[in-house]
């Protein structure tokens, strides 16, 4: 079993900058790709980041692309999304993910999940 806590949400102006944390516990954190997803009022879960294993490969969704930059430190077992450059609409609930395959996009092929932080941008 993996346990994820998110931290770093709140509420920003519009232009502003967040950066969302999620620490991951359980089974070994390298085994893992991580990601986040968020889920907007009314709105499927949708794909924003993910980051393989070893944190060389990064994917991102291309409404947050050139904006979001995901890392991790795995001495931390620690996951991180910068979020610069915010607006309205990235408004949602975010949620960390953890699973064997970084590379899809689809939320039900992740295996764990967070409890989720809420970030709120107002215009």
């Known amino acids: 079993q993996v346990q994820l806590v998110e931290s770093g949400g709140g509420l920003v102006q519009a232009g502003g900058s967040l950066r969302l944390s999620c620490v991951s516990s359980?089974?070994?954190?390298?085994?893992?790709?991580m990601g986040w997803f968020r889920q907007a009022p009314g709105k499927e879960r949708e794909f924003v980041a993910a980051?393989?294993?070893?944190?060389?490969?990064?994917y991102y969704a291309d409404s947050v692309k050139g904006r979001f930059t995901i890392s991790r430190d795995n001495a931390k077992t620690t996951q991180y999304l910068q979020m610069n450059s915010l607006k309205p609409e990235d408004t949602a609930v975010y949620y960390c993910a953890a699973g064997t395959n970084p590379y899809s996009s689809r939320y039900r092929a992740w295996e764990y999940w967070g409890q989720g932080t809420q970030v709120t941008v107002s215009s």
């Open positions: 359980g089974r070994t954190f390298t085994m893992y790709g």
């Open positions: 980051i393989t294993w070893s944190g060389g490969g990064t």
